[in-house]
């Protein structure tokens, strides 16, 4: 799990929290609890903004403590979920054959999930998937409708 220390400077009516290693992001809460939790959504929404250029390494907690000798820092864990709804979203047609989107249409109404939903959790298992089996399967050669097919060794497959 990815973290980075902030640094929690408590005052009469609040609790400021900066993190040294990314510059400008900065949050607070009306007390400690408060804080974190918006700690938490701050890194999170920094990090899904932020250009490359101005993300560094997380520094340790030594390195840290000789910088600011006084400071409270207290690690802060990425949470992948709320970075992921910081994601820019992009919109983008996709062109399915009536039959398959009726099968997904079908199957979304029962689970509660949009169609757009739907389709980023199956693209994201289906990549997942192909990754594992990145080093046994060649690019595809061929594609028709729905299935594609694979080039693996001597053999043929169809997905």
Partial sequence: ??????????????????????????????????????????????????????????????????????????????????????????????IFPSRLLKKVDDFRRKTGLKRSTLLKIATEEYLEKQKSLKAHWALPVNHSSCSLTWRCQSKRSTI
């Fill in 1 to 94: 799990m990815k973290y980075y220390y902030a640094i929690f400077k408590h005052s009469k009516d609040a609790v400021e929290v900066e993190f040294p290693d990314l510059n400008g992001c900065v949050t607070f809460g009306n007390n400690r609890d408060e804080a974190l939790e918006n700690a938490t959504d701050v890194l999170a929404a920094w990090l899904a903004n932020a250009e490359s250029q101005f993300v560094k390494k997380p520094s340790s907690y030594q390195e840290l403590k000789k910088k600011y000798k006084n400071a409270e820092l207290i690690p802060i864990a990425l949470d992948e979920q709320i970075l992921e709804s910081y994601e820019e979203l992009k919109r983008f047609n996709v």
